[in-house]
């Protein structure tokens, strides 16, 4: 169960489909309540665009990782092996790149060497299509949604594993911040095609929707506006995991 | 009060598992001298990444022989665990060689990398008061020699080794830095760990 902050300019922020996003409060106050919680992780993912953003972002994990004991995952803005180091040195566990990969694959390569890929997560924004030569699959859409590609999901996620990518997070545009449950047949295809750890993201609104997204092949669920809003909390949905037969980390 | 440092060879978060050895009672340091390194009460070895990056910064900060000469408790973490044994099949990486085997890509497993919580099967000083449960992100194990040296099992499909003990030199692939209380608790089993060598010597 991984809880998600986006984060702005040093404040957690979420919206909807990517855009009218709203204040969600202090980014190492809400990890905190999430590690008592029992989150098994973390993801703080820097969805400003401006540069001195990562600076700020860097501080926040910087200031989690001495109080928060869980691991942290953090992305946003990664352009290189030595951004990569960066984060791992403010604490982070593992980091997530998303556009600087597409532009460039040889990135994964690098930062897999150099780290090892367990640490390595290629994040993913994925967009049901209907027209063109993707019609009826998904399109990797990337600058926070702003640009398609044109590059298919799945021939995606293979090639990034190949390149030294140790986990994916799978996040639906389509689905992102709507509650209206993960989407399953992405879930699906991106797990039957790669054997890395999927993590499945956007559309989370009731703990059947985690049930639903672990039998579809994901290995873990992220949220966002579900538990900043106090409308479940943690435990609650690691509840319904366990009710369902998963196993799931009793809360710390 | 026991000095506990953290050997900084340029790669991995030190972060965590320093403010998690200071909750513990431990005044800790972090540092790359090897000259403190030898003074320590109790050092820790931590590793993320590649074997070969982390023996790299071993070797290049000049602190191979001290680590391997070391009297006082030694606990290595994942990566820092799996160079204490000879050698490692990731990128055929040579270790330092104070516990005898070899590490290994885990096989037969549902996924790699191994990312997630699992149990580790064990009654050593370490995992005293613990839940047992702890966080794992790798794709090796080690595989020691000598079975003796083994004092932690975990089941992901696959069984494989998840810590050992070899005389003064402690290992474990999961990270107590990452694995809430039950790491914590680990932590300060292995503070107390030093405060008694360092009682008794």
Not at chain 1, 40 to 49: K, V
Not at chain 1, 87 to 90: D, E, G, I, Q, S
Not at chain 1, 117 to 132: E, F
Not at chain 2, 3 to 14: I, K, W
């Given at each position: 169960m991984i809880p998600c902050l986006d984060v702005i300019g040093g404040r957690v922020v979420k919206g909807v489909n990517f855009i009218d996003l709203r204040d969600e409060g202090d980014p190492v106050e809400l990890a905190s309540r999430y590690a008592a919680e029992g989150a098994?992780?973390?993801?703080?993912?820097?969805?400003?665009?401006a540069p001195e953003d990562r600076g700020t972002l860097l501080e926040v994990v910087r200031r989690t990782a001495s109080q928060v004991f869980v691991p942290l995952t953090v992305g946003g803005g990664i352009r290189s092996s030595d951004d990569m180091k960066a984060?791992?040195?403010?604490g982070a566990d593992k980091v997530t790149v998303n556009t600087a990969a597409v532009r460039d694959p040889s990135l994964l390569a690098a930062c897999g060497r150099r780290f090892g890929?367990?640490?390595?997560?290629?994040?993913?924004?994925?967009?049901?299509?209907?027209?063109?030569p993707l019609d009826g699959g998904w399109e990797v859409v990337v600058m926070g949604g702003r640009e398609r590609t044109g590059i298919d999901v799945v021939e995606w996620a293979r090639h990034g594993v190949d390149l030294g990518a140790g986990e994916i997070l799978l996040t639906s545009m389509d689905r992102d911040g709507t509650q209206a449950g993960y989407d399953l047949d992405l879930?699906?295809?991106v797990t039957e095609s790669v054997e890395v750890p999927v993590i499945a993201?956007?559309?989370?609104?009731?703990?059947?929707?985690?049930v639903a997204a672990i039998s579809a092949g994901a290995e873990a669920v992220l949220a966002a506006s579900l538990f900043h809003r106090e409308q479940m909390t943690i435990a609650d949905a690691k509840t319904a995991l366990a009710a369902a037969g998963f196993p799931v980390r009793s809360a710390a | 009060m026991t000095?506990?440092?953290?050997?900084?060879?340029?790669?991995?978060?030190?972060?965590?598992?320093?403010?998690g050895l200071a909750a513990s009672g431990a005044r800790v340091e972090i540092s790359s001298d090897p000259a403190t390194i030898a003074t320590a009460g109790g050092v820790v070895l931590p590793g993320v990444g590649a074997t070969a990056t982390v023996m790299g910064g071993i070797i290049d900060s000049g602190l191979e022989e001290?680590?391997?000469s070391l009297q006082v408790p030694v606990l290595g973490i994942c990566v820092g665990m799996q160079v204490l044994f000879d050698r490692s099949e990731e990128d055929g990486a040579r270790g330092l060689g104070v516990i005898p085997g070899v590490v290994r890509r885990l096989e037969g497993t549902p996924r790699l990398p191994h990312i997630g919580w699992n149990d580790v099967d064990g009654s050593h000083p370490l995992l005293i008061g613990t839940d047992h449960t702890f966080y794992f992100v790798h794709s090796y194990a080690p595989f020691p020699d000598d079975p003796d040296v083994i004092v932690g099992f975990t089941d992901y499909e696959d069984v494989f080794v998840s810590a050992v003990a070899s005389g003064n030199y402690y290992g474990v692939q999961f990270h107590p830095e990452r694995s809430g209380s039950a790491g914590l608790r680990l932590l300060a089993n292995f503070v107390s760990l030093?405060?008694?060598?360092?009682?008794a010597t």
């Open positions: 098994d992780e973390i993801t703080f993912l820097d969805i400003g665009a984060a791992l040195r403010a890929r367990q640490c390595v997560v290629l994040a993913i924004d994925a967009r049901r299509v209907s027209t063109g879930i699906s295809l993201s956007g559309g989370a609104g009731s703990p059947a929707d985690f | 000095t506990v440092v953290v050997v900084d060879h340029g790669a991995g978060n030190l972060v965590s598992i320093s403010q001290t680590l391997q030093c405060a008694e060598v360092s009682i």
